[in-house]
């Protein structure tokens, strides 16, 4: 067995980005850039008004009632140079007349109007003093044509989009999703829907992995259910080696006399490259590749094999996909005691919450057993639990990764 750090290590030396290639900027999402994003545009263009009211100079907002000469609604510009004793009505998001350099919101102005009623040609008188010239967002104040808008290896989010689209960024380079093929393992799996035996359950963990894989950043294809057998699972590899980087089997790496996979494998040109983790739970997660072909072997017990996809196989996508590794683990406050560990690294499924002053406090569930679900379908956290570590008691600073949104 090789240690967790050991482990991650290994996966992230052996991860080479995928080839990058050009995508609309709409269908960017999730995406991590592989150069960095340059604005094409100067955010705002021109000097622009910040509020609705009056464009002035702020030289004549003590000389009296002032003229107001024309209006500058957004998306038009008022071409006359703005005289002394002057006004134009502007709105938020109006370009800023010349001559004019602040704008006196509307509730600060009363109206007086000319014997026409027209829109133009009547007066304001200013009820507020104004204090210093303002209301006014100057050009370039939010970046600059040229600008470095998002570095090399940013994962895109929605509001990240909305920036490279005021940037006038149409498409950018990114790295290539990476291709997973998923399969379980088992002669008691059944599909979901089917008519189930004595003795069979339904394969339920792909539902969970194929789709925090897709929120990873990986395209995934998942190919279903294969028996314990020799020939049905080389048939799957070889299909899985036509379109995978990285190849994910659940199940059969263990010890029994039904645990084919990692044999399989490696009787298919796979050369390993680790065999077992120090984690609990998951200890028989493998590791083996062949030319470019990754495999991470995940266990077949739903919680085993989601604590290591989590500790091992979303870092190994994301350094995949171009992203730089970030440890997502933070500091709790335990609400609860904790026994004292055994010799493997373990991982307790935990809920977090955000307490007063912004402290996090997190509590263990009581049943932590590997092949439970529901337990994993209300965590946010994992809680990392040293070799060996002492008991821990109520009010103890211990280690977590986040896995879902603080409550």
């Known amino acids: 067995m090789i240690s967790v750090e050991a482990a991650l290590e290994t996966l992230l030396a052996q991860a080479r980005p995928t080839p990058i290639?050009?995508?609309?900027?709409?269908?960017?999402?999730?995406?991590?850039?592989?150069?960095?994003?340059?604005?094409?545009?100067?955010?705002?263009?021109?000097?622009?008004?910040?509020?609705?009211?009056?464009?002035?100079?702020?030289?004549?907002?003590?000389?009296?009632?002032?003229?107001?000469?024309?209006?500058?609604?957004?998306?038009?510009?008022?071409?006359?140079?703005?005289?002394?004793?002057?006004?134009?009505?502007?709105f938020t998001g109006s370009v800023m007349p010349e001559g004019t350099n602040h704008v006196i919101i509307q509730e600060d102005v009363t109206r007086i109007d000319n014997e026409t009623g027209n829109k133009t040609g009547y007066k304001i008188d200013i009820t507020h003093t104004q204090y210093a010239p303002s209301h006014i967002r100057k050009a370039g104040v939010d970046f600059k044509k040229g600008d470095?808008?998002?570095?090399?290896?940013?994962?895109?989010?929605?509001?990240?989009?909305?920036?490279?689209?005021?940037?006038?960024?149409?498409?950018?380079?990114?790295?290539?999703?990476?291709?997973?093929?998923?399969?379980?393992?088992?002669?008691?799996?059944?599909?979901?829907?089917?008519?189930?035996?004595?003795g069979q359950i339904i394969s339920s963990t792909p539902y969970a992995l194929c789709n925090l894989l897709r929120e990873w950043g990986a395209e995934v294809d998942y190919i279903g259910i294969i028996p314990d057998n020799r020939n049905a699972l080389s048939d799957a590899i070889k299909l899985a080696e036509k379109t995978a980087d990285i190849i994910v089997p659940l199940g059969g790496a263990s010890v029994g006399d039904y645990d084919l996979v990692k044999a399989?494998?490696?009787?298919?040109?796979?050369?390993?490259?680790?065999?077992?983790?120090?984690?609990?739970?998951?200890?028989?997660?493998?590791?083996?590749?062949?030319?470019?072909?990754?495999?991470?072997?995940?266990?077949?017990?739903?919680?085993?094999?989601?604590?290591?996809?989590?500790?091992?196989?979303?870092?190994?996508?994301?350094?995949?996909?171009?992203?730089?590794?970030?440890?997502?683990?933070?500091k709790a406050v335990l609400t609860d005691r904790l026994a004292k560990n055994g010799p493997r690294e373990s991982y307790l499924r935990g809920t977090a919450k955000i307490g007063p002053k912004g402290c996090v406090y997190v509590t263990p569930f009581s049943r932590q057993d590997s092949s439970l679900l529901t337990p994993f379908s209300k965590a946010n956290i994992l809680i990392k639990h040293a070799p060996n570590a002492p008991k821990s008691d109520a009010g103890s600073i211990v280690d977590c990764i986040v896995i879902g949104p603080l409550i």
């Not at 689209?165 to 990476?178: H, K």
């Open 148 to 198: 470095i808008l998002l570095q090399k290896g940013t994962r895109l989010t929605p509001l990240h989009l909305s920036a490279l689209a005021a940037a006038n960024i149409q498409t950018l380079t990114v790295y290539a999703r990476p291709k997973v093929t998923v399969f379980a393992n088992g002669d008691e799996l059944k599909p979901l829907g089917a008519k189930i035996e004595r």
């Open 264 to 330: 399989q494998f490696n009787g298919n040109g796979y050369t390993s490259i680790f065999e077992k983790i120090a984690v609990k739970p998951g200890k028989p997660t493998w590791f083996a590749s062949k030319g470019e072909i990754s495999v991470l072997g995940l266990p077949g017990n739903p919680a085993s094999g989601l604590v290591c996809a989590f500790l091992f196989l979303k870092p190994f996508i994301q350094a995949l996909c171009g992203a730089a590794f970030r440890d997502s683990s933070i």
């Open 21 to 90: 290639c050009r995508v609309e900027t709409q269908n960017a999402l999730n995406r991590v850039i592989a150069t960095d994003a340059i604005a094409n545009f100067t955010q705002p263009p021109f000097k622009a008004s910040a509020m609705d009211g009056y464009a002035v100079n702020f030289e004549d907002v003590d000389a009296g009632p002032l003229t107001v000469i024309g209006n500058a609604p957004a998306g038009f510009v008022f071409k006359d140079k703005v005289e002394s004793g002057q006004a134009v009505r502007v």
